[in-house]
């Protein structure tokens, strides 16, 4: 794990305003690079953390193993690895618990946020929230739905705005199409 440089990427900040042909030394942006250092250290912060360590996972009598557990519309703000250009939107995520097995509710959240506070892109974003939470909690299955807005599409390039992308992840009992229609039931209906 490389630990965040701090000089380098100011100097680098510094380097991309003088060649876009702006000044780094006007007023406006004198204080930039020591700004863009601070919000890339915010959003890119899950690589310097060696694993996702905020779970916390119960075992419950009561929950009802054939029953889905389901966070719905969890937004979130990533960095897509090609532009590094932001794209965001909402994640659903839902889960068969599996001999009485469950996570704190507010660990799915904080899981999204570990997967996209790094440069990524979409597809691997909702394999890594899935993948992760199948080995946090052993259920019978996961699912998870992002949908998303891209800014690399939309503010350059093709230029095509308010488009959105939809990725899904499905393990285990979700491979059952009558549990993954229960699923995206439960998320239309929140
Ligand atoms: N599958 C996938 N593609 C993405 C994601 N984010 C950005 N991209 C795409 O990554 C591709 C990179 O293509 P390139 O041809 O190398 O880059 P480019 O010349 O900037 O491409 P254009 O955007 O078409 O101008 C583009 O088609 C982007 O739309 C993502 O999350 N998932
Ligand atoms: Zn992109």
Redesign the pocket.
């Known amino acids: 794990m490389k630990p965040f440089d701090r000089a380098l990427l100011e100097t680098s900040v510094r380097n991309i305003l003088i060649a876009i042909g702006d000044d780094p030394d006007r007023e406006g942006l004198q204080e930039t690079p020591a700004r863009v250092a601070s919000a890339y250290e915010e959003m890119f912060s899950s690589l310097h953390q060696k694993a996702f360590t905020e779970s916390k996972v119960f075992n419950s009598s009561l929950a009802n193993d054939g029953e889905l557990v389901v966070v719905a519309d969890i937004p979130f703000y990533s960095m897509?690895?090609?532009?590094l250009l932001p794209?965001f939107g909402s994640v659903s995520v839902g889960y068969m618990p599996k001999n009485g097995r469950i996570i704190g509710l507010s660990k799915i959240p904080r899981l999204v946020d570990y997967v996209a506070k790094k440069p990524?892109?979409?597809?691997n974003?909702t394999s890594q929230i899935g993948l992760e939470l199948q080995k946090l909690v052993a259920p019978q299955g996961v699912a998870v739905v992002v949908k998303?807005r891209?800014m690399?599409?939309e503010m350059?390039?093709?230029k095509k705005a308010n488009s959105h992308?939809l990725t899904s992840f499905y393990s285990g009992a979700f491979k059952d199409k009558d549990y993954r229609i229960e699923f995206l039931q439960e998320i239309k209906n929140q």
């Open positions: 897509c690895e090609h532009h794209f990524n892109v979409q597809e974003l998303a891209h690399c599409t350059r390039g093709i992308t």
